[in-house]
């Protein structure tokens, strides 16, 4: 459960660290906001603002070459996985969570496809945080 963690923290860094401040700037822009209303956004639970957040989630995934469209780039995640991950013994059972998280956020709407893959994300650190209290 911890490299599961580990490789869903690797996608974010991945995905928040190439060229993280023009990607961002990007995809506010595209969306009129700036970065002021990030701090909003992330706390708002209303539908507008989960989908938002689902669509900037989306653009950023885009803009990295993670999502084409409303589909989960699962070989540009191989990569990234096979490449911080070389030798681990561990690295199939990653793969199949990770594909399952793309698997589990299928939908015709790029902004919902990027809100469940993040969520599915989200749910297997948890699990994995309960999993290691436990242990």
Not at 61 to 84: F, H, P, S, Y
Request: charged content about 25%; aromatic content about 8%.
């Amino acid at each position: 459960m911890k490299t599961i963690v580990a490789v869903f923290c690797v996608l974010y860094f991945v995905c928040c660290g190439v060229t993280a401040n023009e990607m961002s700037e990007t995809c506010l822009k595209q969306m009129g906001l700036t970065i002021f209303d990030l701090g909003n956004l992330i706390r708002d639970t209303s539908p507008e603002g989960i989908r938002t957040r689902g669509c900037f989630e989306s653009c950023l995934m885009q803009k990295i070459g993670l999502m084409d469209g409303n589909v989960i780039n699962l070989r540009k995640i191989d990569e990234q996985i096979d490449r911080a991950y070389p030798d681990s013994e561990k690295k199939d059972i990653i793969r199949d969570t990770v594909h399952q998280c793309a698997y589990s956020a299928a939908n015709d709407d790029q902004c919902v496809v990027a809100q469940n893959f993040g969520r599915c994300g989200l749910d297997q650190l948890r699990f994995a945080e309960l999993a290691h209290r436990f242990t």
